[in-house]
């Protein structure tokens, strides 16, 4: 049962391999880029395009502005405003009651006239809050109002990039600045909080709703429905930044604009609306350009135009705005997951992309059947083909919009994970989008370069089974893999052992694997030499073309080169497997192998033949056939070729033309046996002596059939065998045969096992006036062989 299961985790683990090796690897860079800080800039302008794409929320009714503008200075003709210009609009506004007033102006020294009734003004009125800057240029609270009760730190943290995207609910006050003699004692080793949140707490104060210390040691409180948590220097995109204080997120009501307002210059002549105040939180501050109150937020970044800014006051209403909405439970705090949870999230998108690149590495889509469709250069066989060719069009259709999916899966994951986020980002809850992003492309890219990377070794296997020619034309022609051929002139080599199944019934199979892979393996190297492209390996057969799938000018030159050359290597492939140590090629001994080589040169139809499920490149045409025949017509170790080969070539050299009628071909055709090629080749094959038969001093007898086709024939025919040579012999018969007729004999000697070993020749010519004909041996079984050979040598005169 565990081995079991083990063996089932080890088939899925390599069914997947990629996907296990290369997701986490990336996921672990991205995540080590992230934590040393290299994806910190790159996530928080993602964080501004989702504000940007959100937009403005709802319209504020609790906060607006008393906004001072250029044409209010220009109009005041001076800045700053005195102490009496100041107080007039302080009073207009709080004629209205607000419930808070901001006072977003540094009011540390006095502006006459009216400094007396200002600071008796501010003296008297609880819900009216002014600024400090804590720091670095340190700026003190106006002196009249109760510090730190009624006075608001007005620092704003500015990130790498200048952007505001945090605020201090409150900040640590130095010990330097407590023993200023404005500043009471009581506040050393507390905390200021922010002017914006000084106004929001004056607000939700009135509604009874007051800060509650959750957990003193995480400092966690509750102020109405909002849970208030400090930042912490990793949260979000954030990677080791300064968290002193006590800091959250501003999550933008919007950009600039978001808030009522009305200038100043329209309140100081008291052209308010009523009840425009009343109620409300309310701010006075700059947003003319002169008084450098402008700032940097999410807002600011554009991709095209000139950046806005936004004023300092309008962000104090931002952070007033966010923590009344949480508290009230309409708008909550800006969040983020835990380092956890983010990891997690990144990993999870790093084995997306790595599943869906590694899966689609061998999709093909699902074929329909095509029953009645032609094969290669046939006609249509009934009207029946336009159903099936409709159907077909379909399939085609199909493959072009997976296609169209495979290619642009990663482009639809990126668009979910982006969708994703901003429906997050919604509901204030801030993911990493960068992060995963790139874990998600780099995850498929990296197992594409691991494809890439493992292209040459799948090539090279691929090699195995068909030449580069034809890999290059499958994998880099765009149209290499349609089914379908063209019709081109090529030379066709085709190649059997003789006398190889005889030997293969007496070993067993893995020997009889060894030795064809030995013997093919030369081949083939032989035939790669060449150029050749091996269509098929038949058994011990092979079936090479020259001229397809690139077409040379030598081809037939190339292919009678090719067929010497492998001639010549038998007697190496011969001393190999005399080497072999098999038990039984010991034990019987191992017949030398021998071989017959066809060629022909014709016309034929090339190209990727079977269906849209499983293919080969192939060739089909009569031609083929007649190279099979011709190959049929050889005896151990002679090439043939064809009329057409023969004068394609016009460096053959030959021993001699016999002409044959083969089966299936009308007229009877020439066919050459080749002695050698000269030219730049300059091969040939070993002079082939004579051979000289030597008569018995006593004819042995024999009974024969002959093969017909593949069949051997029921009828026994007797004879006897009267002369031997070295491979050859000629039997005496009172039946002839036309030559290369095969024939299966058997001896009749005294041993009974050699009477039982088959033999098989060709007969090669008549002598019609010793009603005999001469044979070749193209298989022996070892044993005959070895008597055959010691019978020919007591045959010779001494």
């Given amino acids: 049962m565990i081995e079991t299961l083990r063996a089932k985790l080890q088939k899925i683990a390599w069914q997947w391999r990629g996907v296990l090796i290369t997701a986490p690897s990336v996921a672990i860079v991205v995540l080590g880029l992230r934590a040393v800080g290299i994806l910190q800039s790159w996530e928080l302008a993602a964080l501004d395009q989702l504000f940007i794409l959100r937009g403005n929320t709802t319209p504020e009714t609790r906060v607006v502005i008393v906004d001072i503008t250029e044409e209010d200075i220009q109009g005041l003709q001076r800045w700053p405003l005195s102490d009496q210009q100041l107080l007039q609009i302080l009073q207009n506004i709080q004629a209205q009651k607000p419930t808070a007033l901001g006072l977003d102006i540094y009011r540390d020294l006095p502006v006459e006239p009216g400094h007396a009734e200002l600071t008796q003004f501010m003296q008297t009125t609880p819900n009216l809050f002014g600024i400090k800057k804590v720091a670095p240029d340190r700026v003190k609270a106006p ?20 952007k505001i995207r945090r605020f201090y609910l409150s900040i640590p006050i130095t010990e330097s600045q407590i023993a200023s003699k404005i500043e009471p004692k009581a506040a050393q080793g507390q905390f200021l909080d922010g002017f914006g949140v000084k106004l929001a707490l ?14 003193q040691t995480k400092r966690e409180y509750r102020l109405g429905n909002l849970r208030l948590i400090p930042f912490n220097k990793n949260d979000g995109a954030y990677t080791q930044v300064n968290d002193q204080g006590y800091q959250l997120i501003l999550n933008y009501r919007g950009g600039k604009g978001s808030f009522p307002r009305i200038t100043m210059t329209d309140v100081q002549e008291n052209k308010i609306p009523p009840g425009f105040f009343t109620g409300k939180v309310v701010l006075l501050g700059a947003s003319a350009v002169s008084l450098n109150d402008l700032h940097s937020t999410p807002f600011s970044s554009t991709l095209v135009g000139i950046p806005q800014r936004m004023s300092g006051v309008e962000i104090h209403a931002q952070i007033a705005s966010q923590m009344i909405d949480g508290a009230m439970g309409d708008r909550p705090v800006l969040r983020s ?58 399939w085609q259709r199909w493959q072009r919009w997976q296609g169209i999916f495979q290619s ?28 995963p992003i790139l ?30 020619d034809v890999v290059a034309t499958l994998l880099e022609n765009p149209d290499g893999i349609k ?46 030499a060449y150029q050749g492209t091996i269509d098929e390996f038949m058994g011990d057969g092979i079936l090479v073309l020259f001229g397809a799938p690139m077409q040379r000018a030598d081809d037939p030159q190339r292919a009678v080169a090719c067929a010497i050359a492998m001639q010549l290597a038998m007697e190496q492939v011969n001393q190999e497997l ?73 460096e053959i050299k030959v021993l001699n033309c016999q002409q044959v009628n083969p089966k299936g071909v009308k007229e009877p055709i020439n066919i050459y046996a080749v002695q ?43 004879a006897t065998l009267i002369r031997l040579g070295y491979g050859t012999a000629e039997i005496k018969s009172p039946t002839t045969h036309p030559m290369f007729t095969n024939i299966k004999l058997n001896l009749h000697l005294p041993n009974p096992d050699l009477t039982q070993e088959d033999i098989y020749a060709k007969v090669l010519e008549q002598n019609l006036e010793n009603s005999s004909f001469s044979i070749a041996f193209t298989a022996l079984p070892p044993p005959m062989e070895v008597a055959l050979n010691q019978l020919y040598k007591s045959c010779q005169p001494h």
């Fill in 483 to 528: 089914l379908g051929g063209d019709r081109r002139l090529i030379t066709i080599l085709t190649s059997d052992l003789r006398g190889f199944t005889a030997l293969a019934e007496r070993l067993p199979p893995e020997d009889v694997v060894q030795v064809l892979n030995l013997y093919l393996g030369t081949m083939a190297e032989i035939i790669t």
């Fill in 143 to 162: 002196p009249a109002l109760p510090y730190p009760e009624q006075v608001g730190a007005n620092d704003f943290i500015n990130d790498p990039d200048g």
């Fill in 578 to 650: 005399r080497s072999l140590s098999f038990a039984q090629v010991q034990k019987l001994g191992l017949s030398t192998l021998k071989m017959g080589i066809g060629i022909n040169t014709g016309e034929v139809v090339v190209g990727n033949i079977g269906s849209a499920k499983r293919a080969k490149y192939g060739v089909v045409g009569s031609q083929v056939n007649l190279t099979y025949r011709i190959e049929s017509y050889t005896t151990a170790g002679q090439i043939l070729v064809s009329e057409s080969t023969y004068r394609a070539v016009p």
């Fill in 439 to 468: 874990a998600l492309w780099g995850s498929s890219l990296s197992i594409t370069a691991y494809i890439a990377k493992t292209a040459g070794d799948i090539r090279a296997t691929f090699g195995r089974y068909l030449t580069d």
């Fill in 202 to 215: 004056q607000y939700l104060g009135q509604q009874n709703i007051l800060p509650e210390l959750i957990d």
């Fill in 337 to 394: 997951w835990t380092e956890a949870q983010e990891i997690l999230w990144i990993i999870s998108w790093s084995l997306v992309g790595g599943i869906l690149t590694w899966s689609q590495r061998n999709a093909s889509p699902k074929s329909y059947r095509e029953p009645g469709f032609p094969s290669l250069g046939e006609a249509p066989a009934s009207s029946g083909l336009r159903s099936n060719h409709s159907q077909h069009q379909r």
């Fill in 676 to 718: 050698g090629l000269g030219g730049k080749y300059n091969l040939a094959l070993p002079d082939r002596l004579e051979e000289i038969l030597y008569p018995l001093s006593e004819p042995i007898d024999l009974s024969y059939s002959v093969l017909e086709d593949k069949d051997i024939s029921t009828h026994t025919i007797p």
């Fill in 408 to 435: 642009s899966h990663l482009a639809i994951a990126t668009l979910g994970l982006v969708l994703f986020s901003y429906g997050c980002f919604q509901f204030a809850l801030w993911v990493p989008l960068v992060p």
